[in-house]
C-alpha cells in the first residue's frame, strides 16, 4: 500500500481521513471542497473487472475535474499531460488521483477483486471527451500556445 507520487501537470494526490476500526472496518470519509477540491455533482464505480487485458479511459476531458480512488484491489493509473507521461498503482483506498482537465488517463492492470470509484465535478457530458490521442495533443498544445 503505496501513496502515489504525480510528477505530471493538472493532477495530484488526495488523501482521505479515515477511521481504522479493525476487525470490524475501516470508513474513508470524502468531502466536497475539503480533501476532494471540486463540488461533486456525479459519482460512479467500475467493478467485475474479470478480463486481465481489459484497458480502460484512453482519454481525456475538455473541463471536468474527477478523483479517481480504488476502493479494493489495485490497477494501474497511465496519466499523461501532453508532454510528460507517468503510470502510477492505486492499491490504497485512503489515496485519489485527481484527473483535471487535458489530462489523458488509462486504466490497465486490474486485480480480480479492483473496485474503482470516480467522484466528478460535473455530469455526463459526451463532447466534453477527447477519446482521440492526436486530437488530445493538438487540444492541449493549441491551449498552451495562449496560456
Ligand atoms: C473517466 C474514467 C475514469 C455514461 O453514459 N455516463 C457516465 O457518467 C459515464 C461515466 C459513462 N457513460 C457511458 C459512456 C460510454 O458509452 O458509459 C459508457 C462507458 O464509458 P467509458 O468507456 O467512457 O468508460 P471508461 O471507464 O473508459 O471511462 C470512465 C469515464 O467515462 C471517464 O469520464 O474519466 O472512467
Not at 4 to 23: A, C, Q, R
Not at 121 to 133: E, T
Request: net charge positive; aromatic share 12%.
Amino acid at each position: 500500500m503505496s501513496k502515489p507520487k504525480i510528477t505530471v501537470k493538472n493532477s495530484g494526490v488526495v488523501t482521505l481521513n479515515f477511521f481504522k476500526d479493525f476487525p470490524d472496518g475501516d470508513l474513508f470519509i470524502a468531502e466536497a471542497r475539503k480533501n476532494i477540491p471540486h463540488d461533486i455533482k456525479r459519482i460512479y464505480f467500475i467493478n467485475n473487472l474479470a478480463n486481465k487485458k481489459a484497458v480502460r479511459g484512453k482519454h481525456a476531458h475538455k473541463k471536468l475535474t474527477q478523483v479517481i480512488f480504488c476502493i479494493n484491489g489495485s490497477f494501474h493509473l497511465g496519466l499523461d499531460d501532453g508532454s510528460k507521461k507517468q503510470t502510477v498503482v492505486l492499491d490504497d483506498p485512503g489515496y485519489g488521483v485527481i484527473l483535471g482537465p487535458k489530462l489523458w488517463h488509462t486504466m490497465t492492470g486490474f486485480s480480480d477483486d479492483c473496485v474503482l470509484l470516480i467522484l466528478a465535478g460535473d455530469y455526463y457530458r459526451k463532447d466534453d471527451y477527447l477519446r482521440n490521442y492526436d486530437e488530445f495533443m493538438r487540444y492541449v498544445h493549441k491551449d498552451r500556445r495562449h496560456d
